[in-house]
């Protein structure tokens, strides 16, 4: 499994970002899939994820800004985040989870700024 994310970037506070994550080498979209970020000096830490049964939870600092969404036939998982703070500031990765095994992408930064 390999998974290639997308889409960061600067952005000012109070703007939006869209992040993908494609993955390959399966057939079918893996249904534990989720975006971590990692800040500097902080552990890594779950924004938003699907589990098995493809319910959603979000981290409660990003509940009612950020939306994950999923294409099964494109086999990627997106993270639309609005109303961006400083404090979201990050480099964002994206997780797939399958039969006891884990896969990371290389991870995208996001940068806002105030």
């Known amino acids: 499994v390999q998974l290639q994310a997308s889409g960061g970037g600067l952005v000012l506070a109070g703007g939006s970002l869209r992040l993908s994550c494609a993955q390959s080498?399966?057939?079918?979209?893996?249904?534990?899939m989720a975006w971590y970020r990692q800040a500097p000096g902080q552990s890594r830490e779950l924004v938003a994820g699907?589990?098995?049964?493809?319910?959603?939870n979000y981290a409660d600092a990003v509940k009612g800004r950020f939306i994950i969404s999923r294409d099964s036939a494109k086999k990627t998982v997106d993270l639309q985040m609005n109303n961006l703070r400083p404090e979201d500031t990050a480099v964002y990765y994206c997780n797939a989870a399958l039969g006891g095994r884990s896969w990371w992408g290389q991870g995208t930064q996001v940068t806002v700024s105030s």
């Open positions: 080498g399966t057939t079918f979209l893996i249904n534990n």
């Open positions: 699907f589990s098995s049964v493809g319910s959603t």
